[in-house]
């Protein structure tokens, strides 16, 4: 089974973590039984799928309408749950798997083996479900305890597999904290508190966390709740910004189920006060200080904190804080570096890095809780902070210290408890300095010459108690400059004067008037001393006389240009202006104009409130050099209809206003425009929508002009409306231009407006309305009951149509509804006609439908009323709910039936399925399987509900009363529906009027209880005495009638009256009237039953009712608790260790009670329990070596699974001593080639250190506990710590005692073993001989862990090719890396590639745990195949070759009989012959007289005899050991012979064509079948030789790469 993990994150889970869940919702979900829960399962999900099939392997359709990543089939539910239930009990929830593709599958499922969870299946589970079909299996689950499980159904089909989650929710803790928690009315920046009590109302001990949002804060944070323990939960909202606030308080269960509560409150101000906003000092010198007094008024009724603040909000006081942040940590960081450097201290970078961090953190924390009170070097207040009393004041004092003399300005601010805002305080006060002053203050000079040296004198007077240092600063002005003071710095003694001394040597000509300004020290302004005078002025004139505009028109500018010149020797500042000019606005030109339609300049004689400013000179000041000029441009752009005579004058600076002044002429004309058509006709117009047309202006005049349509004026009393898009503009001189014009028609009929010289007309006509249907039918309609029919109106033009309805006749039954309204242009509208009929007959009115400015349209409408006139004055039909009853108890409803009709009804009832009589007249229903699903409570012979009186006459207006009773003997819901008939006024037939369905629910009796669990909580600590336990039981009836209950409850608890003494046994049953309420009390003995460790007593409180058998109960449950740990184990396992070592493991111990827990630990001195062993040392290990030269040692076991060190080795000592004969036949598969004998293999480690003898330790000396003793509150945790110390091949056992003072004995079993890892190789060379250069070579070696201690291996300076293409030269072992446990083993596979011809000697290490590293040895030779034969063209007649043949025929024994040659089985004839052919080709090569071709043969011969002797004798040795399968074949060609073998080492045929000369096959196929094995290299099949005069060497078909070879007729 899978442990506790949060359901939340179960796959399937359909509810969001995110969602947040109330406690009632949560409660209600935990309430549900396993039917319920499947009942309101209503979203159904698709399975995720774990493993897709290949669809077209397992069935033969291959398309399926359902997507890849979606199921085929459909389970329900998509998750199984299980909750609410007993252990030991059997449940049952069904799993439907329905088919939702097109297609059939075949499903199988399966169920993983548990102990708690069984699968039913139907016999034929494993079956095709067809489409849209389901199959069924059953869950069956067997809880042993009350916790959560968890497992899955798997579902197998011929698509996918996917899983069907199952889950168990086991008990659960639900704390009742309330669903809403409000705060009202509450200071801002206070603390407001309320106090919760919680009681856990679950089945399971509460393990929570509370956790909620500013400004809400709760305590505890987190804490354990036991089963209905109750506790105090603080809330605190301390907001800091006023209005409503509103969070979430979540509690989080351990369970991993969230709940939350709604947090509310709202932040107000409370009344605190500062007496005043500002206090403002006199003036004070800059050495002395001045006090004011201010007033904090506390008129709340809270305890007010209060802080002076630098900062106006918290975000500016952050701030402040983030700005001062570098400055102290560079200030932090060099007086570190200062340090460093005093003490002289070398450290280290990381070191120093390390004191500066620190450094900074405590910068950073230091800033965080300060305060930032309110600092300041001028102003002071006390004290900064401190607290205020309800209805109490305080009292700041305010201290100002300047230390300069200048006005200082502060604003403070009050932090202050119920205010969300500072309260500001503006500190004022003004420091002043030493009083110094000229005698005189103003010097004028009068006239002065140009460039003509003045001197002047003044003195400076100090009338101050202090020393006035002063010093003259610089002037900034060119007059300034001519200005020379001595002396420019000096001091000046209180109540003395110095005298200054004035140069003047004027430059600039004019008037002039001067400050020269002393700086005073101390002082924030400047000693001031102006001097005045006049330096004589220039003269200048103009280029023309004068500046004629002429004629202009009417807001177009006009330009003219002059030059003013310079005749003076200095230069000339000059203003330019025209006096007569207006002051107001500038004059708007024409394209500003057009823009401004509303703009007076349109209305004749409209005038402004100051004349325009028509004129702009450029430029209008300015200096003109000596002896220099100046261009000024005057424009005109002219507002005003007059002749202009104006002057344009010239002001010199400092010289004088209009000195120069010269003419400007102007006249301004508007030219005149002209309308081409003045008469516009618009036609027909529809009322208040707007057309359009055009008109066109004309301008015949030699000037531009602007247009503009005037707005319409008295626009309410005109018959139409006009304006224009296109209201002004400009027309050139001598052009037109179209003006569009809008025209709104207000009055029907025809319309004419005017406008100045336009008249405009047109025809008003209001909308055309189309109404239908002009004939409205009812039909048969119910009586006195509303029926609608639909009027539509069309309007069909493009205004609205305003309408409204009258009904003909006063009583009509027809009502309209809207009665009036407006039809939108170019749509409908629909209008509603009721009929209400109050008898039935045939009903006729007219409709008069009024269309505003338009036609009226009349609408004919008709009816005919069915049904009834009979009302009752309570609701009665269709339905008539009874509300809930008492069982036994008589039923009764009364009310009026009136008849509203206008003819006489005989009425009378029946219960339908019933006769008048009060019999069934249904037949009773067929016992079978057809009615199994109907009720099973037989149905009674006579209704419950009956009606009087049953027959009854009623008149028009008549009221007759009836009344309607019934009772039931069980508690059920009762469903009979009466029917009422009547006949009608004169009628001879009967009809239905009425059908009426009662429902009746007579429920049980139910009483309300204070508590539906009762908890005792009993903490006994060692020198306590167990006492008697209350508490307090309230039973309210809370039905309408009252009931008599019997209460009953067994030991250890007992019923108490209010006085806490036993109820008697078979005491008066106790009768509870509406709404009583009773008092008792439940007595718990915490002494019934005996021993130390906590126990949990729960029983059931019965309450029986004597009117009825519904029975309630009420959980009592008592927790006494002593001093009880928990350990998280009951043993501690150090497993196997390396000798003469230690290691220590850490125990959680747990305090789990509420009380303190006093321990210490001992050892348990039986020696039957505790024990010390040694381990013997492993047997050595002997390889037996093979009996048969080149055969290999088995390699490796098949050993199933881990077995015991001991075994493990008693097995790997028979697996070498197996015989090799017996091994697999596929332990060959691995190598390409046979292997030569390896060397014995050899165990490592440290095996020797246990043949020490050794000690004999205590048990002290082998484990040890700490700590020792030690004391754990409630809910506190502490690790114990076990050591274990390796003695070498120790294994031990003991008993660790822990002894709990008041409290029981716990036992924790502590067990440990050491050893030495140790391993063996089976080999430690390999050799694989003479092998192809270009083949990858394989072999196996296999690694065991003969010891008892897993260890890793590696591999080191492995090759990085892979097994397929490994680097020519380097071993590959794979696997490089891994971990054996004790008595496994690993088979390490080693490729090689030679890459080269000649011998090869490698070795690779594998390094084991700490152990030094073992070394294999490889070994070989790389070689290539070659064939070389030396044959004479004419064997017969040459003796020698002759006598070769006759002895090789013999030896060999080939016999061409049939076409098979055999062989002969011994090695030393094949090694003899090649011996002879060597010693005859050497004898030849001495003779002289041989032919040329001879010589040339025994010089080839020679040079490659060495290099094939070694590849010969390993073709001698492997047709040995696997003789070839040879044939000799003839072909259609008689001179050529066909030569077909089959070389063991490739497992493949060889062929050979050898072309005959004269020679004869017979004389071939020794030669050749002896040469065949020699050719190792597969993948050559053909070898071709043409027998010529001279030797061949025979290469192998397509072997291009053997290059340095003589290829064919060489």
């Known amino acids: ?376 070097d001028i102003f002071c207040l006390e004290p900064k902070e401190g607290e205020i009393w309800p209805k109490c004041s305080t009292e700041i004092s305010v201290f100002f210290k300047p230390q300069e003399a200048r006005l200082y300005k502060q604003a403070v601010y009050c932090d202050i408890s119920g205010r969300e805002t500072r309260l500001p305080l503006l500190l004022i006060g003004e420091g002043i300095g030493p009083q110094l002053h000229f005698n005189p203050e103003e010097l004028n000079i009068g006239k002065v010459f140009f460039r003509a040296a003045h001197r002047y004198e003044v003195i400076l007077l100090n009338s101050g108690p202090l020393e006035a240092p002063f010093s003259l600063i610089p002037p900034t002005t060119a007059m300034g ?33 001067e400050e020269f300004c002393f700086h005073v020290t101390e002082s924030p302004k400047p000693v001031t001393l102006t001097i005045r005078g006049c330096v004589m002025g220039p003269t200048f004139h103009f280029d023309v006389p004068a500046l004629h505009f002429g004629d202009v028109s009417f807001g177009f500018p006009c330009t003219l240009r002059c030059c003013l010149s310079n005749t003076s020797l200095a230069p000339m500042a000059f203003n330019l202006r025209i006096p007569e000019d207006g002051l107001g606005e500038p004059s708007i030109c024409s394209s500003v104009q057009i823009l401004k339609i509303n703009h007076p300049s349109w209305r004749k004689g409209a005038r402004g409130f100051m004349k325009p400013r028509e004129f702009k000179i450029s430029p209008c000041r300015g200096t003109v050099r000596a002896l220099g000029s100046q261009d000024i441009e005057v424009t005109l752009c002219s507002n005003t209809v007059r002749e202009y005579e104006l002057e344009l004058v010239v002001d010199v600076d400092g010289v004088g206003k209009k000195l120069l002044a010269m003419p400007l002429t102007a006249r301004c004309i508007v030219p005149a425009l002209r309308v081409l058509t003045p008469v516009v006709a618009f036609g027909c117009c529809s009322l208040k929508f707007p057309y359009k047309e055009k008109l066109t202006l004309v301008n015949d005049s030699d000037f531009p002009g602007c247009y503009h349509v005037l707005s319409q004026e008295h626009k309410e009393e005109a018959t139409a409306w006009f304006s224009s898009s296109m209201p002004s503009g400009i027309i050139e001189a001598h052009s037109s231009v179209e003006i569009p014009i809008t025209l709104e028609a207000q009055q029907l009929g025809e319309c004419n407006i005017t406008a100045e010289e336009i008249h405009l007309q047109c025809i008003g006509q209001g909308p055309l309305v189309y109404v239908h249907p002009r004939e409205i039918n009812f039909g048969a309609i119910q009586v006195l009951q509303d029926s609608s029919k639909i009027l539509q109106l069309f309007n069909q033009t493009v205004i609205p149509a305003p309408f409204w309805v009258e009904m003909g006749g006063k009583r009509s039954p027809w009502r309209i509804e809207p009665s009036k309204g407006v039809v939108p242009p170019a749509s409908e509208v629909s209008v509603i006609v009721t009929a209400n009929l109050h008898d039935t007959k045939k009903f006729q009115n007219k409709v008069k439908v009024f269309i505003e400015n338009s036609h009226t349209t009349t609408i004919s409408l008709q009816a005919e009323g069915i049904g009834t006139t009979i009302v009752t004055d309570k609701p009665l039909a269709p339905k008539l709910d009874l509300k809930p009853h008492f069982s036994f108890t008589p039923c009764r409803y009364q009310f009026r039936m009136t008849n509203e009709g206008r003819r006489i009804h005989r009425l009378f009832w029946t219960t339908e399925g019933f006769s008048i009589s009060g019999r069934s007249t249904r037949p009773p229903a067929l016992s079978g399987t057809k009615n199994k699903g109907a009720s099973q409570s037989p149905r009674p012979c006579s209704p419950v509900f009956k009606l009087q009186p049953r027959m009854v006459d009623l008149r028009p207006g008549q009221t007759v009363e009836m009344v309607l009773e019934g009772c039931s003997s069980t508690a059920q819901e009762v469903k009979e529906r009466l029917l009422c008939y009547a006949f009608v006024g004169k009628e001879t037939a009967k009809k239905q009027i009425m059908q ?223 015989d090799p004969a017996q091994q697999p036949a596929d332990a060959e598969a691995l190598s390409s080639t046979a292997v030569k004998p390896r060397r014995p293999v050899r165990r490592r480690g440290l095996g020797r ?35 274990f110390f390796g003695h070498p091949n120790i294994v031990a056992r003991v008993a660790a005692l822990c002894h709990v003072e008041g409290g029981p004995t716990y036992e924790v079993v502590v067990t440990g073993e050491a050893s030495c890892p140790s391993y063996q190789l089976d080999v430690e060379e390999i050799d694989w001989g003479l092998q192809v250069f270009n083949k990858v070579l394989k072999a196996e070696v296999t690694l065991r862990n003969t010891g008892v201690i897993e260890f890793t291996y590696v591999v080191p300076g492995s090759s990085t090719g892979t097994a397929a293409k490994p680097l020519p030269g380097v071993p590959l072992v794979l696997p490089t890396t891994g971990s054996l446990a004790p008595g496994r083993k690993q088979v390490l596979k080693v490729y090689y590639l030679p890459g080269k011809l000649g011998v090869f000697c490698r070795n690779f290490q594998v390094q ?88 040339s043969s025994a010089v080839k011969g020679s040079s490659m005899g060495s290099s094939m002797k070694s590849s010969m004798k390993l073709s001698m040795k492997s047709l040995m050991d696997s003789p070839p399968e040879s044939s000799l074949e003839s072909s259609k060609d008689e001179s050529v012979t066909t030569v077909r073998t089959a070389a063991p080492p490739f497992g493949r045929s060889q062929l050979f064509h050898v072309t005959r000369a004269p020679c004869t096959p017979q004389q071939l196929s020794g030669a050749l079948m002896a040469l065949v094995p020699s050719l190792p290299i597969p993948g050559h099949d053909h070898v071709s030789a043409q027998c010529c005069p001279i030797p061949l060497v025979m290469i192998p078909h397509g072997d291009d790469h053997l290059s340095g070879y003589p290829r064919e007729g060489s």
């Not at 020490?1252 to 002290?1260: A, D, H, L």
């Not at 809910?1275 to 114990?1280: C, F, H, M």
Request: glycine content about 4%; hydrophobic content about 35%; overall charge negative.
């Open 1 to 376: 089974m899978i442990p506790h993990i949060n359901p939340r994150r179960q796959q399937g889970r359909t509810e969001d973590s995110s969602d947040e869940l109330i406690l009632s919702a949560f409660q209600k979900e935990m309430s549900l039984t396993i039917k319920q829960r499947l009942a309101s399962t209503k979203n159904l999900n698709l399975p995720q799928i774990v493993q897709p099939q290949h669809k077209h392997e397992m069935s033969h359709h291959q398309f399926s309408a359902a997507g890849l990543d979606h199921s085929s089939l459909q389970p329900c539910p998509s998750e199984v749950v299980f909750q609410n239930y007993t252990p030991g009990e059997l449940y049952e929830v069904p799993v439907v798997l329905r088919n939702r593709d097109k297609v059939p599958h075949l499903v199988k499922v399966t169920l993983e083996s548990s102990p708690y969870f069984q699968l039913e299946i139907p016999s034929d589970a494993s079956r095709k479900v067809p489409p849209g079909l389901s199959m069924t299996v059953r869950i069956l689950f067997t809880p042993g305890q009350n916790k959560d499980y968890f497992h899955q159904l798997l579902c197998i089909t011929d698509r996918e597999e996917f899983i069907v989650p199952i889950r168990a929710i086991g008990a659960r803790a639900i704390l009742d904290f309330p669903g809403q928690l409000e705060f009202w009315q509450c200071p801002v920046k206070y603390s407001t508190e309320k106090t919760l009590l919680v009681r856990n109302l679950g089945n399971w001990a509460a393990h929570y966390q509370l956790s909620t949002q500013s400004p809400f804060s709760v305590t505890p944070a987190m804490g354990t709740l036991g089963i209905g323990d109750s506790m105090q939960v603080t809330v605190e909202f301390q907001p800091q910004k006023t209005g409503d606030h509103s969070a979430s308080l979540a509690v989080h269960y351990d369970t991993g189920e969230d709940t939350h509560t709604s947090l509310h409150g709202r932040a107000v101000d409370v009344h605190i006060r500062l007496d005043r906003n500002a206090v403002t000092f006199g003036k004070t010198y800059i050495t002395r200080s001045n006090r004011a007094i201010v007033h904090i008024h506390n008129l709340s009724n809270i305890t007010a904190c209060f802080q002076w603040k630098a900062a106006d909000t918290q975000e500016q006081e952050d701030q402040l804080k983030l700005r001062q942040y570098p400055r102290l940590c560079q200030q932090e960081k060099d007086k570190l570096s200062d340090f460093l450097k005093k003490c002289r201290v070398d450290i280290t970078r990381r070191e120093h890095s390390a004191l500066l961090t620190r450094t900074l953190q405590r910068v950073r924390a230091k800033l965080q809780e300060d305060p930032m009170l309110f600092y300041d």
């Open 481 to 513: 400059s001519c200005f020379t003071f001595m002396p420019q710095e000096g001091v000046v003694a209180p109540d003395r004067l110095k005298i200054i001394q004035i140069s003047f040597c004027p430059t600039i000509l004019g008037q002039f008037q």
């Open 996 to 1218: 009426v369905d009662v429902t009746c629910k007579f429920i049980l009796p139910a009483v309300q209880m204070s508590a539906r669990t009762i908890t005792f909580h009993v903490e006994k600590k060692p020198s306590d005495v167990l006492m008697l336990q209350y508490q307090p039981l309230s039973l309210k009836n809370i039905c309408s009638l009252p009931f008599s209950i019997v209460l009953d409850l067994e030991q250890p608890f007992q019923i108490c009256n209010v006085d806490r003494q036993p109820l008697p046994a078979g005491s008066k049953p106790v009768v509870l009237d509406v709404g009583e309420e009773l008092h008792l009390c439940i007595q718990f003995n915490p002494a019934y039953e005996k021993g130390l460790n906590s126990w949990v007593a729960e029983r059931v409180l019965r309450m029986h009712f004597l009117e009825h058998p519904h029975e309630e109960q009420i959980t009592v449950r008592g927790e006494v608790f002593f001093p009880n740990l928990h350990f998280q184990t009951k043993a501690v396992d150090f497993g196997c260790i390396i000798n003469h070592t230690e290691q220590e493991l850490h125990m959680e111990m747990t305090n789990c009670g509420p009380i303190p827990a006093q321990y210490h630990w001992s050892f348990l001195t039986d020696r039957q329990v505790n024990t010390i062993r040694f381990r013997p040392s492993p047997p050595t290990f002997k390889p037996q070596s093979s009996k048969k030269e080149g055969v290999l040692p088995r390699k490796h076991s098949k050993t199933e699974g881990v077995e015991k060190p001991t075994k493990a080795l008693e097995a790997m000592q028979d697996s070498a001593q197996e």
């Open 1249 to 1283: 250190v246990s043949e020490v003898k050794q000690p004999n330790p205590r048990m002290q000396e082998v484990f040890d506990v700490h700590p020792l003793w030690g004391e754990l509150e409630p809910g506190e945790s502490q690790l114990v710590t076990f050591t």
């Open 1408 to 1495: 084991v745990a700490y152990l030094e590293p073992a070394e294999v040895h490889l070994k070989g030779e790389g070689t290539s195949p070659r064939i070389t034969m030396d044959l004479p063209c004419m064997l017969k007649g040459n003796e020698k070759y002759e006598r070769i043949q006759k002895k090789r025929r013999q030896n060999m024994g080939v016999h061409i009989k049939g076409g098979t040659p055999s062989f002969p089985s011994d090695i030393a004839d094949w090694e003899e012959i090649l011996q002879e052919e060597e010693e005859n080709q050497e004898e030849e090569e001495r003779q002289s007289n041989e032919s040329s071709y001879l010589q």
